[in-house]
């Protein structure tokens, strides 16, 4: 099947902002995952779903950053009051369980401007 | 705080050469380890895992894990330009289920 799709590929905003992130996983995969990744630098965790619940939320930077999955599939990574230091690309991931292998998306592009 | 350690590199080889990739981590209850391959632009495209010591070989990719000492490595043979990338060593940190990954090492293969 097809695997995960993130929207959009790129996001321009400015200071201050509102902005929303989506991640559609492969489908029957339980377990998605969100991770930003600056230049140079690997993939850094955010948050963890396992179904529809966020099983570890523990890598969010501050309170600006929160994220939903209420039907257990699609996630929305959503950030508020955005800054410049927000500037990365935003990646998903999902599993078929919380151990198995993690497919990433082609991520998001998103700059602060 | 659980590390995963890499050259950043560049390593370069020249066309046809072996490339070998290494990562070093902390957590010595790590069960599960994976080898990530990142083309400029793109998004990390999984190249292997590696559950159990000794090696694991797919095509031209061998994957090397010593538990003792808490390294693994990504062997690949006949290295092609194509393979030019950053490889990204992660680790599944068994406490969280989270994925730990390395800064990743950017490899050349000129012809």
């Known amino acids: 099947g097809a695997g995960v799709s993130q929207t959009p590929s790129n996001k321009v905003t400015e200071k201050g902002k509102y902005v929303e992130l989506r991640c559609d996983p492969i489908?029957?995969?339980?377990?998605l995952y969100w991770y930003r990744q600056s230049l140079g630098q690997g993939p850094e965790f955010l948050i963890y779903?396992?179904?529809?619940?966020?099983?570890?939320d523990s890598g969010l930077p501050n309170d600006r950053f929160f994220a939903v999955r209420p039907e257990g599939s699609v996630s929305t990574l959503k950030i508020q009051r955005t800054e410049r230091g927000d500037s990365a690309v935003y990646l998903c991931?999902?599993?078929?369980?919380?151990?198995?292998?993690?497919?990433f998306g082609p991520g998001t592009r998103l700059t602060v401007l | 705080q659980k590390e995963v350690e890499q050259n950043s590199g560049p390593l370069s080889v020249p066309e046809g050469a072996i490339a070998s990739l290494n990562c070093t981590y902390s957590?010595?209850?790590?069960?599960?380890f994976f080898w990530y391959r990142q083309y400029s632009g793109k998004s990390p495209e999984l190249i292997m895992f590696?559950?159990?010591?000794g090696d694991k070989e797919d095509g031209r990719f061998t994957a090397q894990l010593n538990k003792a000492s808490q390294y693994v490595s990504l062997l690949i043979r006949d290295s092609q330009p194509s393979d030019s990338a950053t490889y990204l060593c992660?680790?599944?940190?068994?406490?969280?289920?989270?994925?730990?990954f390395g800064t990743g090492t950017r490899l050349q293969v000129f012809p």
């Open positions: 779903f396992q179904g529809t619940g966020a099983a570890d």
């Open positions: 957590d010595r209850g790590s069960q599960s």
């Open positions: 489908s029957g995969h339980t377990a």
């Open positions: 991931a999902s599993s078929a369980n919380p151990t198995d292998t993690q497919y």
């Open positions: 992660a680790v599944n940190d068994i406490d969280t289920d989270k994925l730990i």
């Open positions: 590696i559950y159990s010591n």
